[in-house]
């Protein structure tokens, strides 16, 4: 995937996400997607930029990327 659709799909995941929910499945977004992101050569705060979404978000999607390494979705 390229960084105009990995920030589609991340735009449609927060805006979906109940508002409690947005910080969870932004992560949830950097576990699921760790090594589309790394490939894509974008950096969190641009993907995040593209998405949309407030520039807050950016360390979550990149504390989801760390967590990628480290948890196993079920």
Same mark, same amino acid.
């Given at each position: 995937?390229?960084?105009?659709?990995?920030?589609?799909?991340?735009?449609?995941?927060?805006?979906?996400?109940?508002?409690?929910?947005?910080?969870?499945?932004?992560?949830?977004?950097?576990?699921?997607?760790?090594?589309?992101? #790394?490939?894509?050569?974008?950096?969190?705060?641009?993907?995040? @930029? =593209? *998405? $949309? !979404?407030? #520039?807050?978000?950016?360390?979550?999607?990149?504390?989801?990327? @760390? =967590? *990628? $390494? !480290?948890?196993?979705?079920?």
């Amino acid at each position: 995937m390229d960084a105009e659709e990995l920030a589609a799909l991340l735009g449609t995941v927060f805006r979906s996400a109940a508002r409690n929910d947005r910080v969870r499945d932004v992560n949830l977004f950097g576990i699921r997607y760790a090594a589309e992101l #790394e490939q894509c050569g974008v950096g969190c705060r641009e993907l995040i @930029r =593209l *998405a $949309g !979404l407030p #520039e807050g978000y950016a360390a979550e999607l990149a504390k989801g990327m @760390r =967590l *990628a $390494g !480290l948890v196993t979705l079920r």
